[in-house]
C-alpha cells in the first residue's frame, strides 16, 4: 500500500540550530513529493515540491529538501531555525501519471527554543 | 497572491444537526477538495470536485456528506447528520488541474466541534 511516513512526531531545536525533518515514503515509482507547514490556527502552506530533476528543491521562508531515490526519502532542511518556524510539517506525496489527490504523512510538531 | 477562504473558522453544533462548511476556491481553479484532520491524526482526503461533479471521494465520505458548488464561487460541504466522530478540522483545497503536479492550494479550515 502506498504510504508516507514521518518518523518523529515531536522535534525541538534551539532558534539558530540547523534542522532535518524527516520523510520516506513507500509507492510503486516515484510520486511527486510536497512539504506542507501548518502554523497554528493556520491552513496548510506548500512550501516546496519536487517533481523531477535536479535533487535538491529550494522552497519558501529558506527551507530545501533533497530527494534522495535510493533511500525513498525527501527530507527538509533548514539551515538555522527561526522561532517563526514553530509549526507542523507535513510531508505528502501524489502519484505521478495520476490525479493530484494528496496522501500526508502524520506529521511532525516543531518546537523552536529561544 | 489568491487565497483559498473558508467559513466559519470555527463551527460548533449538536449531534444529529445539518452544518454546512464554506469555501471560496482561487477564481482560476477547476479542482476542488475537501480534507479533514481529525486532532492528533493525520490529514485525510475526503472528496475531489471536477466540472460539477464528484471526481473521486475515500470512504469516509459516506451518505452523509454532500458536496455542491452552488454559484460560481462558492464551493461547499454539507454534513447531514452530524455525529461526535465529525468532530476535525476541515480543509477546503483548490488546483488549476488535476495532474499530480498541479499543488493544491489550501484553506485556514474550519474546525467543527460536534457536542
Known amino acids: 500500500a502506498q504510504s508516507v511516513t514521518q518518523p518523529d512526531i515531536h522535534i525541538t531545536v534551539s532558534e539558530g540550530a540547523s534542522l532535518e525533518l524527516r520523510c520516506n515514503y513507500s509507492y510503486g515509482a516515484t510520486p511527486y513529493l510536497f512539504w506542507y507547514v501548518q502554523s497554528p490556527g493556520q491552513g496548510l502552506q506548500l512550501l516546496l515540491k519536487?517533481?523531477?530533476?535536479?535533487?535538491l528543491v529550494q522552497g519558501i521562508k529558506g527551507f530545501e529538501a533533497e530527494f534522495k531515490r535510493s533511500q525513498s526519502s525527501f527530507n527538509l532542511r533548514k539551515p538555522s531555525v527561526h522561532w517563526s518556524d514553530a509549526a507542523e510539517y507535513f510531508c505528502a506525496v501524489t502519484p505521478t501519471g495520476g490525479g493530484n489527490k494528496l496522501t500526508f504523512g502524520t506529521g511532525t510538531q516543531l518546537k523552536v527554543e529561544l | 497572491e489568491p487565497e483559498v477562504t473558508q467559513t466559519p473558522s470555527h463551527q460548533v453544533t449538536q449531534m444529529g444537526q445539518e452544518v454546512i462548511l464554506r469555501c471560496v476556491p482561487i477564481s482560476n481553479h477547476l479542482y476542488f477538495y475537501w480534507y479533514r484532520q481529525i486532532l492528533g491524526q493525520k490529514v485525510e482526503f475526503l472528496v475531489s470536485?471536477?466540472?460539477?461533479?464528484?471526481?473521486?471521494k475515500s470512504e469516509i465520505f459516506d451518505d452523509q456528506f454532500s458536496v455542491e458548488r452552488p454559484d460560481g464561487s462558492n464551493f461547499t460541504l454539507k454534513i447531514r447528520s452530524t455525529k461526535l466522530e465529525d468532530s476535525a478540522m476541515y480543509f477546503c483545497a483548490s488546483s488549476q488541474e488535476r495532474k499530480g503536479n498541479s499543488p493544491l492550494h489550501f484553506g485556514n479550515g474550519t474546525r467543527l466541534t460536534v457536542t
Open positions: 470536485f471536477y466540472n460539477n461533479e464528484i471526481s473521486e
Open positions: 519536487y517533481f523531477s530533476g535536479d535533487t
